[in-house]
């Protein structure tokens, strides 16, 4: 397969020679990874490689070369070396489960992440928080409310008219891989799938992901699992991100679900998902308005006319909260850093001298 059938495009050739990269470097995409060993296609084959010394030496956690990227690849005899990871046009990022401060990058260079919810664990708040970090991190979302079978169509059409106050504009599908044919879902699929274009599957384990998936290639690559009687949760099964090209020529990318899911990004995203609760606070009388009890306030009018719902509106504060939190703690870590980068640069400084 040529790169272009990875999504390579002249833009990214433009990216590329912007770069001015050593000659014997080629462009390639990661298409998977298994602990440090990347599967990368490059024009015309795919290789395996792993990231050089000082690619792993000069970038943090988020920077690493992740599924998606696309990379400078140096070949050797038998070997291949990850050199450069090209600047991301968009990158998912969570804080890495544990809460350790560390920045996990869930997708890169995904134009719109599929965000897969089972009808029957439907939660506006976690959907609201993926969403955020959706389109802080320069995607687009699409809602997919998967395993439709197992409610009613009265309770699905309610689920529909609520995932639409989620966020303005969002696209929510519902489907059903398990009533539903492989024809009928990549149907479904059609019209939301652009040749050339990358794609994310993103959500809890179990949620039907790789179901979908296999539905839309049309045949079975990926394994899925059955999900615990016991509690309902999925199982891990699948361990891996991996970037498969589908027949149209869209590269859909299935990851391992998530539990947890702690906001790694900036306030970014903010106003697009909560759009209608920034115009109410700009439309409050006092600038510094904290939406308690203070006169001409909004956001008191909109919840007491429930234009608002107090769920959304708490979980805007918490977001938010957790966002701006995400900031500080950020400047004080960048902070922290220069000041090591610094006194190596002193001791270094002393050590010449002393010569
Ligand atoms: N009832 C129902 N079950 C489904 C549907 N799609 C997938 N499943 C089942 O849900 C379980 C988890 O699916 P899987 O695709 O592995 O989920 P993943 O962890 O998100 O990749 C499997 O047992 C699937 O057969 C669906 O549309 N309806
Ligand atoms: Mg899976
Ligand atoms: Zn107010």
């Known amino acids: 397969m040529g790169l272009s059938a990875w999504g390579w495009t002249t833009n990214w050739q433009t990216v590329w020679q912007d770069q001015?990269?050593?000659?014997?470097?080629?462009?390639?995409?990661?298409?998977?990874?298994?602990?440090?060993?990347?599967?990368?296609?490059?024009?015309?084959?795919?290789?395996?490689?792993?990231?050089?010394?000082?690619?792993?030496?000069?970038?943090?956690?988020?920077?690493r070369p992740a599924v998606g990227d696309w990379v400078a690849v140096e070949r050797m005899d038998d070997d291949?070396?990850?050199?450069?990871v090209l600047p991301r046009r968009s990158r998912f990022l969570r804080e890495a489960a544990g809460g350790r401060g560390v920045a996990q990058l869930v997708?890169?260079?995904?134009?719109?992440?599929?965000?897969?919810?089972?009808?029957?664990?439907?939660?506006?708040?976690?959907?609201?928080?993926?969403?955020?970090?959706?389109?802080?991190?320069?995607?687009?979302?699409?809602?997919?409310?998967?395993?439709?079978?197992?409610?009613?169509?009265?309770?699905?059409?309610?689920?529909?008219?609520?995932?639409?106050?989620?966020?303005?504009?969002?696209?929510v599908v519902c489907t059903s891989s398990a009533r539903n044919s492989p024809e009928r879902?990549?149907?479904?699929?059609?019209?939301?799938?652009?040749?050339?274009?990358?794609?994310?599957?993103?959500?809890?384990?179990?949620?039907?992901?790789?179901?979908?998936?296999?539905?839309l290639i049309g045949e079975e690559r990926q394994n899925t699992g059955a999900v615990r009687e016991s509690d309902g949760k999925g199982r891990h099964v699948t361990s891996f991100r991996e970037l498969f090209a589908i027949p149209g020529g869209s590269l859909v990318m299935d990851t391992?679900?998530?539990?947890?899911?702690?906001?790694?990004?900036?306030?970014?995203?903010?106003e697009r998902v909560f759009g209608d609760?920034?115009?109410?606070?700009?439309?409050?009388?006092?600038?510094?308005?904290?939406?308690?009890?203070?006169?001409?306030?909004?956001?008191?009018?909109?919840?007491?006319?429930?234009t608002l719902k107090l769920r959304r509106y708490d979980n805007w504060r918490t977001l938010k909260s957790e966002m701006e939190g995400n900031v500080d703690r950020r400047s004080v870590m960048e902070g922290r850093r220069q000041r090591v980068d610094w006194k190596r640069k002193q001791k270094r400084d002393e050590r010449f001298s002393d010569r």
């Open 277 to 306: 609760v920034n115009r109410l606070v700009q439309e409050c009388q006092f600038s510094n308005c904290t939406h308690q009890s203070e006169p001409g306030c909004a956001v008191q009018a909109a919840l007491k006319s429930r």
């Open 80 to 84: 291949a070396l990850v050199t450069h």
């Open 185 to 215: 879902v990549r149907a479904e699929f059609q019209s939301l799938l652009q040749a050339g274009h990358t794609y994310a599957l993103v959500g809890t384990s179990g949620a039907g992901k790789s179901t979908l998936l296999n539905c």
């Open 256 to 270: 391992p679900g998530m539990r947890e899911f702690a906001l790694w990004s900036d306030v970014g995203g903010l």
């Open 107 to 171: 997708a890169s260079n995904v134009d719109v992440i599929f965000l897969v919810c089972p009808v029957s664990s439907f939660s506006a708040n976690r959907l609201e928080r993926l969403l955020l970090a959706i389109c802080a991190g320069g995607a687009e979302p699409v809602l997919v409310l998967s395993k439709g079978d197992l409610m009613a169509s009265e309770e699905r059409q309610a689920l529909l008219l609520e995932s639409d106050g989620l966020m303005e504009g969002l696209t």
């Open 20 to 63: 001015r990269l050593a000659g014997s470097a080629q462009p390639g995409r990661i298409l998977s990874q298994r602990d440090d060993i990347f599967t990368i296609a490059i024009e015309g084959f795919i290789v395996s490689a792993h990231s050089s010394g000082s690619l792993l030496q000069r970038s943090s956690a988020e920077e």
